[in-house]
């Protein structure tokens, strides 16, 4: 549901547990690495509801997202209410302190480890490139901690994050 209590269709939700994570990047759900094949993201439909297709387990994590919001929910939460509520996308603006001159202009943000990590996988990961004045923006984040770095290359398809705020 969004904030004024309507449903939401073509949302993404996904499930997460210890064993299946859920990658989220520019307001948009992925399978983590790894787990393509055991992932679980689906859409929801007119009325805002979804079918996983499958047995929960006994601890999970619903992730949801959409233009309008984004939300996670615990399986305790979730089994009280089958309610799930959008919570508004955040923006982080910023400008860099200087360019590192390593021939490329991007920025890196993840999410910060936290207890939700040891639980059901959940990984948040955006990059961007900043302008010549050195800004960058971060669209559809989601409330939380998170660190950003320079992106800096280091071999002809590789690249690494340091200077991380």
């Known amino acids: 549901m969004d904030a004024a209590?309507?449903?939401?269709a073509d949302a993404q939700v996904a499930l997460s547990t210890e064993t299946i994570g859920v990658l989220v990047s520019?307001?948009?759900?992925?399978?983590?690495?790894?787990?393509?094949?055991?992932?679980?993201?689906?859409?929801?439909?007119?009325?805002?509801?979804?079918?996983?297709?499958?047995?929960?387990?006994?601890?999970f994590d619903l992730i949801v997202a959409h233009?309008?919001?984004?939300?996670?929910?615990?399986?305790?939460?979730?089994?009280?209410?089958?309610?799930?509520?959008?919570?508004?996308?955040g923006r982080i603006e910023g400008r860099v302190a200087r360019d590192p001159g390593t021939g490329g202009r991007k920025i890196s943000m993840s999410g910060l480890p936290n207890p939700t990590w040891f639980l059901n996988k959940q990984e948040y990961r955006y990059e961007t490139e900043y302008d010549a004045d050195g800004h960058f923006v971060f669209e559809k984040v989601p409330a939380g901690w998170f660190e950003a770095g320079y992106l800096i290359r280091v071999g002809d398809s590789f690249w690494s994050v340091t200077c991380r705020t």
């Open 5 to 8: 209590g309507n449903p939401v």
């Open 26 to 59: 520019h307001g948009k759900l992925e399978p983590m690495r790894g787990n393509v094949a055991e992932s679980r993201i689906v859409q929801t439909d007119s009325q805002g509801t979804f079918m996983l297709g499958q047995h929960a387990p006994e601890s």
């Open 67 to 89: 233009d309008r919001g984004f939300a996670s929910i615990g399986s305790g939460a979730f089994h009280d209410s089958n309610e799930i509520h959008l919570q508004p996308w």
